[in-house]
């Protein structure tokens, strides 16, 4: 059993930045793949950025957000981030974090998720 945390939520203004952080229990959060989706009010849950396992060294990022936000991720902390700068309006959203134990690296499908964080609100104003 994983438990995902998530932190770091806000409101800030557009063109600000905010840092998510995910806390996962477990001792083998090194092994496990980890992404960020977010859902904004009235929309569906949408993929937003993947790290890989183990040394974290590939990710994949939405079009959306590709040179703005940034994934990484602490071993030695159990926790994986994500970093956003340059933040639009359109980026409001709930977003949470979730761990792929099953080896599939980099997936943008929310099914190849195993374990998911509750969630942290993200409101940019205008």
């Known amino acids: 059993q994983v438990q995902l945390v998530e932190s770091g939520g806000g409101l800030v203004q557009t063109g600000g930045s905010l840092r998510l952080s995910c806390a996962a229990s477990?001792?083998?959060?090194?092994?496990?793949?980890m992404g960020w989706f977010r859902q904004a009010p009235g929309k569906e849950r949408e993929f937003v950025a993947a790290?890989?396992?183990?040394?974290?060294?590939?990710?994949n990022y939405a079009d959306s957000v590709k040179g703005r936000f940034t994934i990484s991720r602490d071993n030695a902390k159990n926790t994986v981030y994500l970093q956003m700068n340059s933040l639009k309006f359109e980026d409001t959203a709930v977003y949470y974090c979730?761990?792929?134990?099953?080896?599939?690296?980099?997936?943008?499908?929310?099914?190849?998720?195993?374990?998911w964080g509750q969630g942290t609100q993200v409101t940019v104003s205008s």
């Open positions: 477990g001792r083998t959060f090194e092994g496990y793949a």
């Open positions: 979730a761990a792929n134990t099953n080896g599939r690296s980099l997936t943008r499908v929310q099914n190849d998720y195993d374990y």
């Open positions: 790290i890989v396992r183990w040394s974290g060294g590939n990710t």
